[in-house]
């Protein structure tokens, strides 16, 4: 397996409070990725990364923001929780764009 | 940009059945074909990928998935079920230089 984890793998929060999920990769991929998954939609972009402070949107940013200030780590903030941000929380990871990519274990996240 | 549609968001057959799992996909240029699968409370997996060389894929477990590109499809095959093939399944699609596209997904389950 691909050594990817996240962290925390559960949160509950309220309303309007900061949250901030974190992925952490052992294989020195340039490529990190935020998906969410939420019941018939799949897995949806939020954030990618190609490299230390590189980053751009995807198909879901709005009301997320991302940093990589390290090749291993790369960080998605909810700057105010909302409950349509309840989800599931997948990082990825990927030596190129286009290839395959590895999942984390997920977090689940819960916006009372 | 390029989609995926999977056809049936859930699929129940019997345990030693042929599984059959549907994708089809948009792209205006060869693009790269996945299958994931995701057992409950884990990350996608990868299963195969097709990358612009044989047509037929032999992945793990027993699936195999053929690219037809006059019908756009990369459609997932087992030929005999086993329980342990209850998951959901998600196929994506991968153009250069753009973000890779999963479907909505494909839940199977296997009677027994």
């Known amino acids: 397996d691909a050594g990817i984890t996240q962290s925390p793998r559960h949160k509950v929060t309220e309303t309007g409070t900061p949250v901030t999920l974190r992925c952490h990769q052992t294989e020195n991929h340039r490529y990190m990725y935020w998906y969410r998954q939420d019941p018939g939609h799949g897995l949806r972009l939020i954030h990618y990364s190609y490299g230390v402070k590189d980053t751009d949107k995807g198909e879901v940013s709005d009301g997320y923001s991302v940093s990589r200030s390290k090749t291993e780590d790369f960080l998605l903030t909810l700057e105010s929780a909302t409950s349509s941000q309840t989800s599931v929380y997948f990082c990825?990871?990927?030596?190129?764009?286009?290839?395959?990519?590895?999942f984390g274990p997920g977090t689940r996240l819960l916006v009372l | 940009a390029q989609s995926v549609t999977q056809l049936g968001s859930h699929v129940s057959v019997s345990e030693g059945a042929l599984v059959l799992l549907r994708c089809n996909y948009s792209s205006s240029v060869p693009p790269y074909l996945f299958w994931y699968v995701q057992y409950p409370n884990q990350g996608l997996q990868l299963l195969l990928k097709y990358t612009s060389a044989a047509t037929l894929v032999k992945g793990i477990n027993g699936f195999e998935a053929e690219f037809k590109k006059s019908e756009t499809s990369f459609h997932l095959t087992k030929p005999s079920a086993h329980m342990s093939d209850a998951a959901e399944y998600f196929c994506a699609v991968s153009e250069a230089n753009n973000d890779m596209r999963f479907g909505a997904g494909t839940r199977l389950t296997v009677k027994p």
């Open positions: 990825a990871i990927s030596g190129t764009q286009q290839e395959t990519q590895y």
